[in-house]
């Protein structure tokens, strides 16, 4: 059984840093890429960084390019995403997926995690 699991959000203020994790089980990086996305309030979900299998590529949204950074540890079956100099607009929940990924606009998903709330407040 798959799982993803989130966590690692909570409330920062403007400037501030986060950083997530996703810990996966039941799945192979050998055939999945792991994607983070987010979903602001009032708004669509949106792509924001994925990291392919064995970590041979990142992938970034243009809002958050320079101030995230993906990274995977293998051995700890562990996607991480380090948010810094965070905005308001990165309010949201993010959720942790597995799929494939190949641009900052083209992926798909199979598995998606719950999420974790990250606020970001003035």
């Known amino acids: 059984q798959v799982q993803l699991l989130e966590s690692g959000g909570g409330l920062v203020q403007v400037g501030g840093s986060l950083r997530l994790s996703c810990a996966h089980s039941g799945l192979s990086l050998n055939y999945y890429d792991i994607s983070w996305f987010r979903q602001a309030p009032g708004k669509e979900r949106e792509f924001v960084s994925g990291?392919?299998?064995?970590?041979?590529?990142?992938y970034y949204a243009d809002s958050v390019k320079g101030r995230f950074t993906i990274s995977g540890d293998i051995a700890k079956n562990t996607v991480y995403l380090q948010m810094n100099s965070l905005k308001l607009e990165d309010t949201a929940v993010y959720y942790c997926?597995?799929?494939?990924?190949?641009?900052?606009?083209?992926?798909?998903?199979?598995?998606w995690g719950k999420g974790t709330l990250a606020t970001v407040s003035s």
């Open positions: 990291i392919s299998r064995q970590s041979s590529s990142l």
């Open positions: 997926a597995a799929g494939w990924i190949s641009s900052s606009e083209n992926y798909e998903v199979t598995y």
